[in-house]
């Protein structure tokens, strides 16, 4: 399949910092990205939805001044979340879709700890 | 609204036992409903879909059938292998105002020993 590459793994950032994640799509071009977060022993709970040179659609609940979503291209999209706090820390994954009548693939996630 | 609920595990068994994971939904309509595999250090892997009701997905031996009478996805496999052993997700489209995303169950963690 598709190869989606979510970067960084594990990141640990202080309090108060933002901290920047990329997910990219390796091997085609996304039209859409989501943007996934996972609690211990919990689903996937679905962030926001950036479709290429479009803002963002957040899920309700989700401040999208602290998660800030950039789609600027169709192989890449990042996620910043600003001013951290320890309750942000938790498992991210992006997915990505060349188009709505195909599969989304998934990075490998990223875990955030702040501190 | 609408959501996946798959059983908790961990589920432990031995070699070439029988595994059913069980999925239900609530929906309206008739959604796409998939099966994802999540291996250890590895990111999320489409195992297995149905896209309307009585469709079987099938692959690596892995089976469940859309069952809309009981709004369930069940996972099946007849004998499982210890390469099986990872975290398994049901989940089903949803349609939001920006594209087709996904909704998860909470995943189930499969352990298999020789």
């Known amino acids: 399949g598709a190869v989606v590459s979510q970067h960084p793994s594990r990141v640990i950032c202080k309090s108060g910092t933002s901290v920047k994640i990329e997910c990219r799509s390796l091997?085609?071009?996304?039209?859409?990205m989501f943007w996934y977060r996972q609690f211990p022993k919990q689903s996937l709970m679905l962030m926001a939805t950036?479709?290429?040179?479009?803002?963002?659609?957040?899920e309700q609940g989700v401040e999208k001044d602290k998660f800030l979503i950039n789609h600027a291209s169709l192989t890449l999209s990042t996620l910043t979340v600003t001013s951290a706090h320890p309750e942000d820390s938790s498992f991210y994954i992006c997915?990505?879709?060349?188009?709505?009548?195909?599969?989304?693939?998934f990075g490998q996630g990223t875990r955030l700890t702040v501190v | 609204g609408d959501s996946v609920t798959q059983m908790e595990g961990p589920v432990t068994l031995s070699e070439e036992a029988f595994l059913t994971i069980n999925c239900t939904y609530t929906?309206?309509?008739?959604?796409?409903l998939f099966w994802y595999v999540q291996y250890p250090g590895e990111g999320l892997q489409l195992l297995l879909k149905?896209?309307?009701?009585?469709d079987k997905g099938s692959n690596k031996g892995f089976e469940a059938t859309y069952r809309k009478e009981t709004t369930s996805f069940h996972l099946e496999k007849g004998s499982v292998q210890v390469s099986d052993s990872a975290v398994y997700f049901c989940?089903?489209?949803?349609?939001?105002?920006?594209?087709?995303?996904?909704?998860f169950g909470k995943g189930t963690t499969l352990s298999v020993s020789s």
């Open positions: 997915s990505a879709r060349h188009d709505r009548n195909t599969e989304a693939f």
């Open positions: 091997d085609f071009q996304a039209t859409t």
């Open positions: 950036s479709n290429e040179g479009s803002k963002a659609t957040y």
């Open positions: 929906a309206t309509g008739y959604p796409s």
């Open positions: 149905a896209t309307k009701a009585d």
């Open positions: 989940a089903r489209k949803q349609s939001n105002q920006a594209g087709t995303a996904l909704i």
